[in-house]
T-cell receptor
Framework: DQQVKQNSPSLSVQEGRISILNCDYT??????FLWYKKYPAEGPTFLIS?????DKNEDGRFTVFLNKSAKHLSLHIVPSQPGDSAVYFC????????????FGKGTHLIIQP | DAGITQSPRHKVTETGTPVTLRCHQT?????MYWYRQDPGHGLRLIHY???????DKGEVSDGYSVSRSKTEDFLLTLESATSSQTSVYFC????????????FGPGTRLTVL
């Protein structure tokens, strides 16, 4: 049973426009959410995170929104740049401990020139 | 960058042989993790460690064992490799006190024939 779902395997966006990546979760005990970016043949790199006590977190071009009642979060990238083309993973954790992350399957974002 | 190296980076082996993957970190992070990444599955947690000689099982631990005799090294062993263990393996670390932000190594691509 998949606890973190990314239902769009791929997304194509024009350069300069907004990219919106979506993530849904089923485990109501999750209290911290993270987005990772991954290029081919490299390890994932941390992008941005949000605690369940917040509904929005911004870092430069990246904003994550959390809707706890809908168990949904989204990552907005504005404006999208060619270097943003990568696979984006949504991840979640519970309890504030160090028991590891639960990842979604990823969304391949392609930025078109 | 948490100074994480993984060795080997690529390995081809035969079914039934033992395999050990090594993760080495230079940042003295307390927590360490092994994940595997497979098409259609995202990243899944295999084992993790809270510190020296303190390890626990993750979501997909069957067929794997780990050891951590020094803070900087976390070993993943496949006692008798099977074709289903063909995957890309990622090591990750986490500082104590940081809320689940994990740093990932470059990965090891393992092929079991």
């Amino acid at each position: 049973d998949q606890q973190v779902k990314q239902n769009s395997p791929s997304l194509s966006v024009q350069e300069g426009r907004i990219s919106i990546l979506n993530c849904d979760y089923t485990n109501s005990m999750f209290d911290y959410f993270l987005w990772y970016k991954k290029y081919p043949a490299e390890g994932p790199t941390f992008l941005i995170s949000i605690s369940s006590i917040k509904d929005k977190n911004e870092d430069g071009r990246f904003t994550v929104f959390l809707n706890k009642s809908a168990k949904h979060l989204s990552l907005h990238i504005v404006p999208s740049q060619p270097g943003d083309s990568a696979v984006y993973f949504c991840a979640a954790s519970e309890g504030g401990g160090a028991d590891g992350l639960t990842f979604g399957k990823g969304t391949h974002l392609i930025i078109q020139p | 960058d948490a100074g994480i190296t993984q060795s080997p980076r690529h390995k081809v082996t035969e079914t039934g042989t033992p395999v050990t993957l090594r993760c080495h970190q230079t940042e003295n992070h307390r927590y360490m993790y092994w994940y595997r990444q497979d098409p259609g599955h995202g990243l899944r947690l295999i084992h993790y460690s809270y510190g020296v000689k303190d390890t626990d099982k993750g979501e997909v631990s069957d067929g794997y064992s780990v050891s951590r005799s020094k803070t900087e090294d976390f070993l993943l062993t496949l006692e008798s490799a099977t074709s289903s263990q063909t995957s890309v393996y990622f090591c990750a670390t986490q500082r104590e006190g940081t809320y689940n932000e994990q740093f990932f190594g470059p990965g090891t691509r393992l092929t079991v024939l």
